[in-house]
């Protein structure tokens, strides 16, 4: 698969729990929530790593779409079913006023559109006729304004419909769907997944087609060739 000609910039993510103050015990959501970013952040190559910010709030910084898309799939997947998080992911330049305090000090399109991403995500679950699961959106600097920058908005267009997909697959898992899913993208084959989980390697196989876990793992990696 040829390479994608994508627009310069960073990918900045901002992520929250959805409805944290609903749920039971809020101290163990922060413990696993931490767990979770840990987890993204040793498989995703990241400028500035996952980390929380304010409550159940947390972002980070990355130069690869892929690894984005890739540390935003790995914590939902961790958290599933137990929590949900909704993310906006921005692309565009990004000023650091002080690098020792980055992220605190820094600014740009890149933090405005991420904003402007999770923004929509709100928006959309709201509405008729939107999928129910829909968790992940993308905003590219400038896609107010198509004409301004073509390839920016056709990487956002693209992205955002196998963002919708995706998210509602997640959406549809259970707890093992989810842990299979996991193990599925750390490169585990199906007979070591049945070993670890004392299933039979044809059980694996059946979840993992019923689920979508092929599928979803197909198009991770179709989308880490485009963009890395």
Not at 59 to 88: C, K, M, W
Not at 134 to 152: C, E, F, I
Not at 213 to 227: D, I, N
């Amino acid at each position: 698969m040829s390479e994608i000609a994508v627009p310069a910039g960073y990918l900045a993510v901002l992520g929250d729990v959805v409805r944290s103050r609903e749920h039971a015990d809020r101290q163990d959501l922060q413990r696993e929530l931490r767990d979770a970013l840990d987890l993204a952040n040793s498989r995703a190559v990241a400028v500035q790593p996952l980390a929380l910010t304010i409550g159940d709030e947390f972002q980070g910084l990355y130069e690869n779409l892929a690894d984005a898309l890739e540390a935003t799939l790995s914590i939902r997947l961790s958290l599933h079913p137990r929590a949900d998080v909704r993310f906006g992911i921005g692309w565009g330049p990004l000023t650091t006023y002080d690098e020792d305090r980055a992220p605190f000090e820094q600014d740009g399109p890149a933090w405005w559109a991420a904003r402007e991403a999770i923004e929509r995500v709100r928006t959309m679950v709201r509405q008729r006729e939107m999928p129910r699961g829909v968790r992940s959106v993308l905003v590219t600097d400038g896609s107010a304004d198509p004409g301004a920058n073509p390839s920016a908005r056709q990487v956002e267009g693209l992205v955002n419909a196998f963002l919708l997909c995706r998210d509602e697959l997640v959406a549809a898992m259970s707890a093992r769907d989810a842990e299979t899913m996991r193990y599925l993208l750390e490169g585990e084959s199906p007979s070591a997944i049945a070993e670890r989980q004392g299933v039979s390697l044809s059980a694996v196989s059946q979840r993992a087609i019923r689920a979508g876990l092929y599928a979803l793992r197909a198009a991770q990696r179709e989308l880490e060739e485009a963009f890395r």
